[in-house]
């Protein structure tokens, strides 16, 4: 069996231009080793052989005539997309009952940039049922499981492309973040996951599940592939008010430069007691990596960190309250029976959505209603921006932040599944950066005792991605963690 | 006791947009359903909305008419309900940071002048509609969606008002102003201007306000007076009876001629207002609004105004010819023409007004011409047709939209100016009527009148009168 799964955006696109493969190839030896693993990792809601086929065909066709100069960064390159990204005429779930035979008619635009760029779609991967939740387990149609340790969860909850990743079933992936659901998962399954600023990337086609937060990430096999796909989804998009009109750089010309001088904010509020010991001990290894690259360790403050996850669980369920009343039965999607009007749409939300769902609706309703607004919603909104001047304050005295990505490793499937404080905490360091809407990227550093990856984090300004990437990719070069493959 | 009533009007007028508020749908009135919807406004998952900039214009613009403060800072809000004819679940209105605050506009009653406040004026998205099928006999309901998206105005007034007459004044102006303003067509029969009123009363002299009642579904301005006179009346019944009136929204049947119970304080909606997080907060621009302030049409007050300055038309003529815009450019382009002013208005609130009305056909689309009035006036004026044969000349031309000259001609319809062929009708008529002529004669003045119009009457009114009424007096004194 041919191995050209295992390669990197990079790689296969210079061996797809050189002409020693061809995209045909290439996706063939993605489905075989998706035919080979997917039973045990599960990574898929749907996959989409077929089409992947002939685009793919479509692919070479372009690159035989282009030659090597001109080819287009995506051409024959297999990616899988989280479920809730928009894909004309392929079932766009979100993981959910409620939207198990849903084909959008449109495509979003983060997909159709990829496509017009001539990328080949392998599938659709796993998440929690609209976006809710860090380990996959609350999807509607099954559990996804981390490559690493087939008993553990693989983060969530962009848990299916993280895995799909991590387990070579494609060369790189789209997830969506909106308080770590990138991040998290790529620490869990030891790929690489980045949150842009908000507003760098379009949500036009991207199911909202907290419009404020959400935003598209790539999630790959090493930083360089990040900053390649992320040079195809940026930019400001006419369908999309809050994508914001700034200019694009190539974000892979950064990659390469040394980060002497650079200076890297230590957050003390975010290693605290409890805090898992060996992920503590790989992330202050990781520091001192760094620091030997010249970067300049400065211990900051971020003041409010310790409101961050009350903040978001009341914003983000607000938000989820109003985005999801469309799933009503009456347009699409499925409808239960009833005996009149309100019998028909209970019915069909208690059928259709998931327990997560439920309770996150009505938690946003609540913080929502009269007489709470102020206490809830509007309090939380408050403290959003003193957690963003939290950051902004950090960045007038240093270039970039440095963090764990998750207090733990993977943990073991059902083991928080009927905790769900215990299951919120698990985004304690990544939601700050939603909130804020600071870029932040998670890359390996290190393993646990039991095998499992670490997580590290990076976070810069404002559409200061390049920093992100820059630091993120030093660190990764100067370590060999990107080399460990799971033995699935 | 005596109670003063207390009214606060909220308008929803539909703007006169080609697309619609967040997508680039038609907003047509009458297509088929769900045909002019696509995936933004239909509310399928990950859509997101983007303003229609000519909205924002459209909404400042009304604002500036009105005398509002526009707001350099305002944002969309979501409010959230479920109902079928609401795709998304939420309707994306303003609540917090309306575009246009602070407005009034004035109404004038029996000659007196009162101002009205209009708090503020916001745009929404209007919903769509639900086509229930068991009026023929189904268990089902359609929605049509073409509706979903079409941009409104919500224009709500201060409790400024005190009768029903005067709430129908205000919606008159203001609709009269959407009107020239060219921003809603004011079609209250087809739901393109709608209005729902805030009715309380209070003891006379108390500045405290009762508790108000909300009535809806008010479609005509024949229901806003119907509507709120009902209320009225009800309220005051109960008060008399020493009962206290319930805070709740009542629907207005307009077959029944009745308000009835729609909803009550503790059933009201809890729309859970949030700032629409999909769209970013508008920040307006100072210069764009004076470039909408100057552009903006000279308003029915203003026009009134001129009419009566620079044309000398008594001022209830100028209200008529100001009474809708058509009527008032009709007028003007006549009087540019060369028409005289009064000469102008005459025929427009007579004859005009007078066919447009038996048809139900406004001043748009008529087919007669404001030159073709001032064709027939210039024959009027230099003899050729009299007063009388005028009337049959004008209905002509409304008929046909041909030249007053054209039809003159066709219809042999010249006045008879020839003194030869009026002297033999004068003399037929004073010999076949010899009594009348001796009664004249022996001194009933007033007879002369009689056989003028016996000569007009063999002439089909194509004599010259004033020639009539010469020759037949020098025959008779003769």
Sequence with gaps: MSSLHTLTISEAQKLLRGKEITAGELAESVFQRVNAVEEKVKAFITLTKETALLMADEAQKIIHVQGESGAPSFLGIPLAVKDNMCTKGVPTTCASKILRNFVPPYESTATSRLKKDGYVLVGKTNLDEFAMGSSTENSGFHTTRNPWDLTRIPGGSSGGSAAAVCADECIAALGSDTGGSVRQPAALCGVVGLKPTYGRVSRYGLVAYASSLDQIGPITKDVRDSAILLNVIAGHDPADSTSVPVPVPDFTKVLGRDIKGMKLGIPKEYFIEGMDKEVEHSVKKAIATLESLGAIPVEVSLPHTGYAVATYYVLATSEASSNLARYDGVKYGLRAGGKDLMDMYMSTRAQGFGAEIKRRIMLGTYALSSGYYEAYYKKARQVRTLIKKDFENAFQTVDIIVTPTSPTAAFKVGEKASDPLQMYLSDIFTISMNLAGVPAISVPCGFTSEGLPVGLQFIGKHFDEESVLKASYAYEQATDWRKRRPAL | ?478
């Design chain 2, 1 to 478: 006791m005596k109670y003063e009533t207390v009214i606060g009007l909220e308008v929803h007028a539909q703007m006169l947009t080609e697309t619609k508020i967040f997508c680039g749908c038609s907003t047509k009135f009458g297509a088929e359903p769900n045909t002019q919807s696509c995936q933004i406004c239909i509310g399928m998952p990950g859509v997101l909305p983007v303003l229609n900039k000519k909205a924002l214009e459209f909404a400042v613009k009304t604002g500036l008419a009105v005398n509002c403060a526009i707001s350099r800072y305002s944002r969309f809000a979501r409010k959230n309900y479920f109902y079928p004819d609401l795709p998304k679940g939420y309707q994306i209105s303003q609540f917090e940071l309306p575009i246009c605050e602070h407005g009034h506009l004035d109404i004038v009653l029996d000659g007196a002048v009162k101002r009205i406040g209009i708090t503020r004026i916001h745009m929404e998205e209007d919903a769509g509609k639900n086509i229930h099928e068991s009026a023929s006999g189904g268990n089902y309901s359609f929605v049509d969606l073409n509706r979903a998206g079409v941009p409104l105005m919500e224009i709500v007034s201060e409790p400024d008002m005190r009768s029903p007459q005067e709430a129908v004044e205000y919606m008159k102006k203001l609709r009269n102003i959407l009107r020239y303003l060219g921003v809603c067509d004011g079609n209250m029969e087809q739901g393109s201007l709608r209005c729902d009123a805030n009715v309380s009363l209070r003891p006379a002299g108390r500045k405290e306000l009762g508790t108000k009642v909300e009535i809806k579904n008010i479609n005509s301005f024949k229901f806003v007076e119907k509507a709120l006179d009902y209320e009225i009346l009800r309220q005051l019944k109960i008060l008399a009876d020493g009962g206290r009136i319930i805070q709740e929204t009542r629907l207005w049947d307009s077959v029944r001629n009745v308000t009835e119970s729609m909803r009550g304080k503790e059933e009201a909606h809890d729309y859970r207002y949030f700032p629409e997080p999909d769209l970013v907060p508008m920040t307006v621009d100072q210069t764009w609004i004076h470039d909408i302030q100057s552009s903006l049409p000279e308003l029915p007050d203003k026009r009134k105004e001129r009419f009566v300055s620079a044309f000398g038309i008594p001022e209830q003529d100028a209200d008529l010819m100001i009474s809708e815009k058509s009527v008032a450019d009709w007028f003007e382009e006549a009087v540019n023409l060369g028409g005289q002013p009064k000469d102008v208005s005459n025929w427009i609130k007579g004859d005009l007004m007078k066919l447009l009305n038996e048809e139900g056909k406004t001043f748009d689309e008529c087919l007669f011409r404001p030159s073709g009035l001032v064709g027939m006036l210039k024959l009027i004026n230099n003899g050729t047709i009299s007063g009388k044969i005028a009337k049959t000349v004008f209905e002509e031309i409304y008929r046909t939209g041909k030249d007053a000259e054209v039809i003159v001609r066709e219809k042999g319809l010249v006045q008879i100016t020839d003194t030869g062929a009026i002297e033999k009708a004068v003399d037929d008529i004073i010999a076949a009527n010899p009594q009348e002529v001796d009664r004249y004669k022996a001194g009933e003045e007033k007879l002369i009148g009689f056989l003028v119009g016996q000569v007009m009457k063999t002439t089909k009114g194509k004599a010259n009168p004033p020639m009539v009424n010469e020759l037949l007096k020098r025959k008779l004194s003769g």
